[in-house]
Nanobody
Framework: QVQLVESGGGLVQAGDSLRLSCAAS????????MAWFRQAPGKEREFVAA???????????DYADSVKGRFTISGDNAKNTVYLQMSSLKPEDTAVYYC????????????????WGQGTQVTVSS
């Protein structure tokens, strides 16, 4: 099993920045892809960003079109932690943000992820 714990959410104003963290523990060697999803009230959970390590130990990332150029995903292997740096936040970024992990390549479908955190609320006021 892998345990994921998110932190860093909060209430900010439009245009502000915020950094989310996701600390992983347990059998982390079984996962090579970490992702962030978000879910706004009344909407489905949607892919935000992911980072993955391939068989050649090369890291690559992918982003939803809605956050490209504003959000950056990164990781710290020594801390087993993944970060989501969010800049130029918009009211439409308001959602509960979830960290997820899987033992495969990046996938934008939440059903492909085995492990989930409890979520952290991000609220962007206009």
């Amino acid at each position: 099993q892998v345990q994921l714990v998110e932190s860093g959410g909060g209430l900010v104003q439009a245009g502000d920045s915020l950094r989310l963290s996701c600390a992983a523990s347990g059998r982390t060697f079984t996962t090579n892809t970490m992702a962030w999803f978000r879910q706004a009230p009344g909407k489905e959970r949607e892919f935000v960003a992911a980072i993955s390590r391939n068989v050649d130990n090369i890291y690559y990332a992918d982003y939803a079109d809605s956050v490209k150029g504003r959000f950056t995903i990164s990781g710290d292997n020594a801390k087993n932690t993944v970060y989501l740096q969010m800049s130029s936040l918009k009211p439409e970024d308001t959602a509960v943000y979830y960290c997820a992990a899987r033992g495969g390549a990046i996938d934008s479908a939440p059903t492909r992820y085995n492990y989930w955190g409890q979520g952290t609320q991000v609220t962007v006021s206009s």
